[in-house]
């Protein structure tokens, strides 16, 4: 009888999604960790008054954004919360979003394109060189994907997801995408920056840009600044 108990006990442990899950391997890319500053996890603007006023920018101020507010937006993103789990819920625990910012006018860190690495809540320096305005091109001549003083863009490794649930798996990557990007427009609310999701752009030109590797796959473009005044 014990045999059938045994049986019962693995499948439940399957079925639970996240309990036992390896948690997504890190692509391999070069560049020393830059470390961000230790996010807020308590802020003056309540979530109601940040749903309330979220609109989407696509005109920006010319100022700088700190490395505080790029350590927060980025947190926001795809932080990790507790243990390994993350700001935006993902089925299975499997986090197959990447996150990538252009930067192009930061205090405290150049002009470059840089991966964000969760788990060290740091960035990884990809290429160097301020390419906003190539990113801009790349979303059909769109001025705002390349306007903000950062642009922060999710792209997924679907076979991360994939891998347990087959072809439904893409459906899930896209819900996180939109959770995560929630995040990132909330988040900017509560700093007084603006963003806009950019979801019109040509794939090949972005992954391009941006250094992608062949695993990835673009998803969304978000410049991030001052909103006008």
Same mark, same amino acid.
């Not at 932080?79 to 935006?88: E, K, V």
């Not at 930067?103 to 964000?116: D, I, K, S």
């Not at 642009?151 to 996180?176: C, D, N, P, Q």
């Given at each position: 009888?014990?045999? *059938?108990? /045994?049986?019962?006990?693995?499948?439940?442990?399957?079925?639970?999604?996240?309990?036992?899950?390896?948690?997504? %391997?890190?692509?391999?890319?070069?560049?020393?960790?830059? #470390?961000? *500053?230790?996010? !807020?996890? &308590?802020?003056?603007?309540?979530?109601?008054?940040?749903?309330?006023?979220?609109?989407?920018?696509?005109?920006?101020?010319?100022? *700088?954004? %700190?490395?505080?507010?790029?350590?927060?937006?980025?947190?926001?993103?795809?932080?990790?919360?507790? $243990? &390994? /789990?993350?700001?935006?819920?993902?089925? $299975?625990?499997? +986090?197959?979003? #990447?996150?990538?910012?252009? =930067?192009?006018?930061?205090?405290?860190?150049?002009?470059?394109?840089?991966?964000?690495?969760?788990?060290?809540? $740091?960035?990884?320096?990809?290429? @160097?060189?301020?390419?906003?305005? %190539?990113?801009?091109?790349?979303?059909?001549?769109?001025?705002?994907?390349?306007?903000?003083?950062?642009?922060?863009? /999710?792209?997924?490794? +679907?076979?991360?997801?994939?891998? @347990? +649930?087959? #072809? &439904?798996?893409? &459906?899930?990557?896209?819900?996180?995408?939109?959770?995560?990007?929630?995040?990132?427009?909330?988040?900017?609310?509560?700093? $007084?920056?603006?963003?806009?999701?950019?979801?019109? /752009?040509?794939?090949?030109?972005?992954? !391009?840009?941006? !250094?992608?590797?062949? #695993?990835?796959?673009?998803?969304?473009?978000?410049? =991030?600044?001052? *909103?006008?005044?």
């Amino acid at each position: 009888m014990k045999k *059938p108990v /045994f049986l019962i006990s693995i499948g439940i442990v399957l079925l639970s999604g996240c309990a036992l899950i390896s948690p997504p %391997s890190a692509l391999a890319e070069p560049g020393d960790l830059i #470390e961000l *500053p230790q996010p !807020r996890w &308590r802020g003056d603007v309540s979530v109601e008054q940040a749903l309330k006023s979220r609109r989407s920018i696509r005109s920006f101020q010319p100022r *700088p954004l %700190s490395l505080d507010e790029v350590s927060q937006l980025l947190w926001a993103a795809q932080g990790i919360t507790s $243990g &390994r /789990f993350r700001t935006a819920p993902s089925a $299975g625990a499997l +986090y197959p979003l #990447e996150v990538r910012i252009a =930067v192009g006018n930061v205090e405290g860190l150049e002009a470059g394109v840089y991966r964000y690495d969760p788990a060290a809540h $740091g960035l990884r320096e990809v290429l @160097k060189g301020d390419v906003r305005k %190539s990113l801009s091109r790349a979303a059909y001549w769109q001025k705002w994907a390349g306007a903000g003083a950062i642009a922060l863009v /999710f792209s997924a490794v +679907y076979e991360r997801t994939t891998g @347990k +649930y087959g #072809e &439904r798996g893409i &459906r899930y990557v896209h819900m996180e995408a939109g959770h995560a990007a929630q995040n990132v427009y909330l988040q900017a609310q509560a700093l $007084g920056l603006g963003t806009v999701i950019v979801g019109a /752009f040509m794939d090949g030109w972005v992954k !391009r840009v941006l !250094r992608m590797q062949d #695993e990835e796959q673009p998803l969304t473009i978000m410049p =991030v600044s001052e *909103p006008p005044s």
